[in-house]
């Protein structure tokens, strides 16, 4: 009995190691990163990512590209995020499968975190020169302190070349060009295996006697003195006094070999320069919005003024990164990634050119599996049921106004 007993509990052991080396293989490609799990009106309600560019989709290894674009700063920003006035550009990427060879917003370089301000619109760019071979869905990124992290629209893009290859030359204002890739990095390993051998001779001169019991048994009975001799002082000096040594003669070569050195530089960069879109000649006034649930689409309820001396046309709701357009207006030109890309997703009951002066009222469905793959239908389970987004309008010339919009979502259940 004992032994079928032994020999179930050596299958499960066996079992339960051949499963977890199984999960440790297991490498699920996502498609996306994050964002969807994130709480829908919170992704409505922050930032809004728009013009958006991946300037190339394949690259190799050492070469670059740009991901530029604007952000508008949501005037409607949620309590439970903490209002941007700390944030860093960032991008995501698994790991530094690229490196960042520059960010700006506003065209200031911005290696740091920066105050934005609710209501702005911000331009920015970001240039990413590439390091490990594969195919990396690559977003834009917001960070906020006491926020979280604020992801935008993600595309696919190719690494190819080899790693190995891989260099990144910068030149010092001491004139010496090194690569960052590999710098330093002897010193380091050299140090670190310096100390960890004299930690371990250490360890060693002491271990090559017996080192518990009887020293435990000698300790007890009040000979504690006969553990250490003369000779062990004399080593446990040698010890002292030689770390002193090597500390302050490499702390002196160091000065020496690197004269010029400067603290960390960091700080809050203040005063961004916003971008200022051409002034609205429209207003929109949600009447109101509704989502079937379950469903794919959202229902919104226009009146849209032209207050301006031409014609426009509804071609593009934009919200979370999810663009809904009306191919018959608008049709995008950026390969924006598909995912996102509603190209017929935007319906609106009456699309005829608005006339300069005229009120119109409007019924508007924004409809693609977006809406349901991107979890925006999961506004169902969030404690705020807003939403808010962009509109584009286009005039006869072509000219492009943008409106927000920020109104309650109500579910619909029949
Ligand atoms: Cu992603």
Redesign the pocket.
């Known amino acids: 009995m004992k032994i079928i007993k032994d020999k179930v509990a050596k299958l499960s052991f066996v079992a339960l190691l051949i499963t977890m080396t199984a999960a440790m293989f297991y490498a699920p490609t ?6 969807k799990s994130q709480a829908a009106f919170m992704r409505m309600r922050t930032i809004h990512w728009f013009d958006l560019n991946w300037s190339k989709e394949e690259v190799p290894v050492n070469d670059t590209m740009t991901i530029s674009g604007k952000f508008l700063v949501f005037a409607g920003w949620p309590e439970t995020v903490d209002k941007p006035e700390v944030s860093f550009l960032n991008i ?1 990427i698994p790991g530094p499968v690229f490196i960042r060879a520059g960010s700006w917003i506003g065209g200031q370089l911005v290696p740091r975190s920066v105050s934005l301000e609710l209501g702005e619109v911000y331009e920015f760019k970001v240039l990413l020169k590439a390091r490990r071979p594969g195919d990396w ?3 834009s990124m917001m960070n906020v302190q006491g926020g979280g992290p604020i ?1 935008g629209p ?1 595309k696919w893009v190719t690494i190819t070349g080899s790693m190995s290859e891989f260099v990144n030359p910068v030149t010092t204002l001491t004139g010496q060009t090194i690569n960052l890739e590999t710098y330093a990095l002897d010193n380091v390993y050299f140090w670190h295996a310096v100390w960890f051998a004299i930690a371990f001779a250490w360890l060693l001169f002491w271990v090559k006697r017996p080192i518990f019991v009887p020293r435990h048994i000698a300790v007890s009975t009040g000979k504690a003195d006969t553990l250490i001799s003369a000779g062990d002082k004399k080593v446990g000096m040698l010890f002292a006094v030689g770390t002193m040594v090597i500390v302050a003669a490499s702390m002196g070569a160091t000065n020496e070999k690197y004269p010029v050195t400067t603290p960390l530089q960091a700080g809050l960069l203040r005063g961004m320069k916003t971008y200022q879109m051409p002034e609205s000649t429209v207003s929109v006034k949600v009447d109101d919005a509704t989502y079937r649930v379950p469903g794919r689409a959202m229902q919104m309820t226009l009146t849209i003024t032209n207050n301006g001396d031409s014609a426009v046309r509804l071609g593009e709701f934009n919200t979370a990164g999810v663009r809904f357009l009306d191919p018959a207006v608008h049709e995008d030109e950026t390969s924006y990634p598909d995912d996102l890309l509603a190209e017929e997703g935007l319906t609106v009951s009456d699309n005829s050119p608005l006339a300069p002066g005229e009120t119109r009222t409007v019924e508007v469905t924004a409809s693609d599996a977006a809406w349901e793959v991107y979890r925006l239908a999961d506004l169902i389970y969030d404690p705020d049921s807003r939403f808010a987004g962009l509109l584009f309008f286009w005039d006869e010339n072509g000219t492009r106004q943008m409106v927000t919009v920020d109104a309650p979502l109500i579910p619909s259940f029949i």
Request: zero cysteines.
């Open positions: 996502a498609s996306a990163h994050g964002e995501g869905h690559v977003h992801i993600g």
